[in-house]
């Protein structure tokens, strides 16, 4: 049942009709669960309309959305470019840090790579930057909102695995540190090692003191926006689906002080944020009814009992499960395998006794890892599709392996020290 889903999506069918239309396919084929276990959808629908923790996704969408299209990133690449700028490897260390200021942001990583695409990748070929490093930074802090809370991802996976969305939100803060941090040391390393992949750019006379003022100026209104929404969440002010709320004023607001709001933008972003909404729920209640057939054919008990045979242990589990998890990230969404596939592991991480918050965390790690992987990374098909001609397949393709490298190192991390992921909490 499952490998027939993954040969529909990989021939191009839409995802949530895959998952509905494979789920009543095998109860017409298997008499013993018949149709009639269809009866029992409506319930599970309604209760997914009840949960109060979804609401958060559309809020937190719209929020990423308006913040798109505000001019923050410009701003902010550009202070950031005049402070760092005069170091090597300067532009680069810049599209990192406003890729985690975005990610803390928006948490859409569609957006983050195609606004530093656009707006980053142009000012550094035109610098002399080594064009697989310059792809390779800006794929890969524009996924960061992956990790980074609020991310959707993660709201997906706390209301799957049935865990505090707050507390995953904490959990992510360290990791994300970790990776951010990791990245910034090999871009330090590589522009050491050899200057020419990441000159300096020429210092342009501006005094120090305006520069300083215009990066304070630039960082500070988004600044507060990740403050008072994640700071509302973590001091039990306010619930991850309030606080995104919050954000959403927030962002109306920064957009308003930056002179770029209208009621075309708020129209544009409102219908984006219902499709892209629409997307994420039409696929759940397919995932629903696709679990729903899956389990009444003992295909939990089945993976169940594969898992806890004698020859298996928690750390071979791990390690299976992140490999699966890896190769299925180069040919489907995040979202169909947080619905289909974390629930189909979700028993075995309750047999093994596995501390589910640590375990979401390596998975969202290890899913951002392959929106980077070639050559189905949906991170690389952002980025080649805004950067056009600026760059070539084979420079991007060449630019991500070694932040691959530094994921699947970070993930590595992770699982040795657990610490990391509950230190905070």
Do not use: C
């Not at 006379?205 to 973590?234: C, D, H, M, Q």
């Amino acid at each position: 049942m499952f490998f027939a889903a993954l040969t529909l999506l990989m021939v191009g069918f839409p995802v949530a009709f895959v998952f509905g239309a494979t789920a009543i396919a095998f109860s017409v084929i298997f008499p013993e669960i018949g149709i009639e276990v269809f009866n029992f959808l409506p319930f599970r629908i309604y209760g997914i309309m009840q949960n109060f923790t979804l609401m958060a996704v559309p809020l937190f969408i719209f929020m990423g959305l308006i913040l798109e299209r505000s001019d923050l990133a410009r701003r902010l690449l550009e202070s950031m470019a005049k402070l760092f700028g005069r170091i090597r490897g300067g532009l680069a260390i810049s599209v990192v840090l406003v890729g985690a200021i975005l990610a803390a942001s928006t948490g859409i990583v569609g957006a983050s790579v195609v606004m530093m695409s656009v707006i980053a990748l142009p000012i550094m070929v035109k610098n002399s930057y080594s064009k697989p490093l310059a792809s390779g930074a800006i794929a890969a802090s524009g996924t960061l909102g992956q990790l980074i809370p609020p991310s959707v991802v993660l709201i997906i996976l706390g209301d799957v695995m049935s865990i505090s969305v707050g507390d995953l939100f904490k959990a992510a803060i360290l990791p994300g540190v970790l990776l951010i941090g990791l990245y910034l040391i090999y871009i330090l390393f590589v522009s050491w090692k050899n200057p020419n992949l990441a000159p300096a750019i020429v210092d342009d006379n501006t005094p120090r003191l305006e520069v300083y003022k215009e990066a304070v100026f630039a960082i500070f209104p988004p600044l507060l926006l990740i403050l008072s929404v994640l700071g509302s969440i973590f001091f039990g002010i306010a619930s991850p689906t309030e606080s995104a709320a919050v954000g959403v004023v927030g962002a109306l607001i920064l957009s308003s002080i930056n002179k770029t709001i209208s009621v075309e933008m708020v129209t544009s972003s409102t219908l984006k944020t219902v499709r892209l909404t629409g997307m994420i729920f039409m696929i759940l209640i397919g995932a629903t009814a696709f679990s729903l057939v899956f389990n009444e054919l003992g295909g939990s008990e089945i993976i169940l009992d594969f898992f806890s045979g004698e020859h298996f242990s928690k750390w071979l589990f791990i390690s299976l499960s992140m490999v699966v998890i890896f190769i299925l990230g180069f040919f489907i969404d995040f979202i169909e395998i947080a619905f289909i596939v974390v629930p189909i592991l979700l028993p075995v991480v309750e047999e093994l006794a596995i501390n589910p918050l640590w375990y979401a965390i390596l998975i969202a790690m290890n899913l951002q890892a392959s929106f980077l992987t070639p050559p189905f990374g949906f991170a690389l098909f952002f980025l080649k599709g805004a950067a056009n001609n600026l760059v070539g397949t084979i420079d991007i393709y060449k630019g991500v392996i070694p932040f691959i490298l530094l994921q699947l190192l970070a993930l590595a991390i992770i699982i040795l020290f657990p610490n990391i992921v509950t230190f905070l909490l």
